[in-house]
């Protein structure tokens, strides 16, 4: 899986529809989110989601 567009968040999301918890770290230097679009969309697909960090 190619982890440097952040396709791979919208893989994960779509496939995995029970998905209740999701931890990221390290998506860009300082701090910074690279993969904002990406993360956004993949978002829309969680409706389980009850953990995020």
């Given at each position: 899986m190619n982890i440097l567009?952040?396709?791979f968040l919208i893989q994960i999301t779509t496939h995995c529809i029970k998905l209740?918890?999701?931890r990221?770290?390290?998506l860009g230097l300082a701090?910074?989110?690279n993969y904002m679009h990406n993360l956004v969309s993949a978002l829309r697909?969680?409706?389980?989601?009850?953990?995020?960090r």
């Open positions: 567009d952040g396709n209740s918890s999701l990221l770290h390290n701090g910074k989110c697909h969680c409706k389980n989601l009850k953990d995020f």
